[in-house]
Nanobody, 123 residues
């Protein structure tokens, strides 16, 4: 599976951004998709994940109620709608995929990674 993330940019605090990730490759199904982020000097951290059929999601406590993950299997895309952004959300955001049906909040549980897209939130 190859992943290509897009949609990052500069936004003011309290603003919104929508990240998208397009997947390609014959081994797309079934996969769990997720978003992680990494700030300078920090480890990569879990943001959100979604099951193969989209009926199950998990979020980091820090983004719960502000971010929404969704997927479209016909288009092979996963999106992250980010609202009420805060300066501490500034990071490079990565989409990731893992084969199978089990959700995971652990970066080591994902086999495939996109190249990352930078989100900068100004105060």
């Amino acid at each position: 599976v190859q992943l290509q993330a897009s949609g990052g940019g500069l936004v003011q605090a309290a603003g919104s951004l929508r990240l998208s990730c397009a997947a390609s490759g014959r081994s797309f199904s079934p996969t769990v998709l997720g978003w992680f982020r990494q700030s300078p000097g920090k480890e990569r951290e879990f943001v959100a994940t979604i099951s193969w059929n989209g009926d199950s999601t998990q979020y980091a406590d820090s983004v719960k109620g502000r971010f929404t993950i969704s997927r479209d299997n016909t288009k092979k895309t996963v999106n992250l709608q980010m609202n009420s952004l805060k300066p501490e959300d500034t990071a490079v955001y990565y989409c990731a995929a893992r084969a199978g049906l089990s959700l995971s909040t652990n970066a080591y549980g994902y086999n495939y990674w996109g190249q990352g897209t930078l989100v900068t939130v100004s105060s």
